[in-house]
T-cell receptor
């Protein structure tokens, strides 16, 4: 597609439920990031996918968080047993290559606003 | 630890005037890139301007320019002839190899209000 697409745009879930957030990067982009933006905070790194390499999961805050990227394209971020502190905007970004990310920046999606009640 | 600091939570500027947003960063890396992103209410982060750390010349993009002071680790954004459409959250970010991960480190943002 022309841009990075994220779905759903907004998600309200009950505490303890599992949620899946989806990111469709720009076609052909090998680098993909997930970030979390809490109210009044900057963006917090969660996970980084680069091509067929093992993902860098060092930013995931707990084992309730996981992510996968199928076929080097679509990525899904899963949060199990959601807690109220998980409420945030989850942003996905992609770049054609790691080098291109530095040269041109990353293209971000519009995010998913997750509200845990 | 690598950090990016934006000390101005909110700024206001009169339409057509000039405003400068401050950003300082702390990194031990020699190879990194610096960015300013704009986030309107749509939530999508939009690239405003970027700077390679190894280049001394300040980047300029139309009404947007930066003052990059590498020794002071300062990277401020100047917006000239401010327009109503410039109103948004502005985030300063550093992209590089941090703690073994190639990633962005973002500041906490500055909300810019443009007054008609």
């Amino acid at each position: 597609g022309a841009g990075v697409s994220q779905s759903p745009s907004n998600k309200v879930t009950e505490k303890g439920k599992d949620v899946e957030l989806r990111c469709d990067p720009i076609s052909g982009h090998t680098a993909l990031y997930w970030y979390r933006q809490s109210l009044g905070q900057g963006l917090e790194f969660l996970i980084y996918f680069q091509g067929n390499s093992a993902p860098d999961k060092s930013g995931l805050p707990s084992d309730r968080f996981s992510a996968e990227r199928t076929g080097g394209s679509v990525s899904t971020l899963t949060i199990q047993r959601t807690q109220q502190e998980d409420s945030a905007v989850y942003l996905c970004a992609s770049s054609s290559t790691r080098l291109a990310g530095g040269l041109y920046g990353y293209t971000f999606g519009s995010g998913t606003r997750l509200t845990v009640v | 630890a690598q950090t990016v600091t934006q000390s101005q939570p909110e700024m206001s500027v009169q339409e057509a005037e000039t405003v400068t947003l401050s950003c300082t960063y702390d990194t031990s890396e020699s190879d990194y890139y610096l960015f300013w992103y704009k986030q309107p209410p749509s939530r999508q982060m939009i690239l405003v301007i970027r700077q390679e750390a190894y280049k001394q010349q300040n980047a300029t993009e139309n009404r947007f320019s930066v003052n990059f002071q590498k020794a002071a680790k300062s990277f401020s954004l100047k917006i000239s002839d401010s327009q109503l459409g410039d109103a948004a959250m502005y985030f300063c970010a550093s992209l590089g190899e941090y703690s073994g991960t190639y990633k962005y480190i973002f500041g906490t943002g500055t909300r810019l209000k443009v007054l008609a």
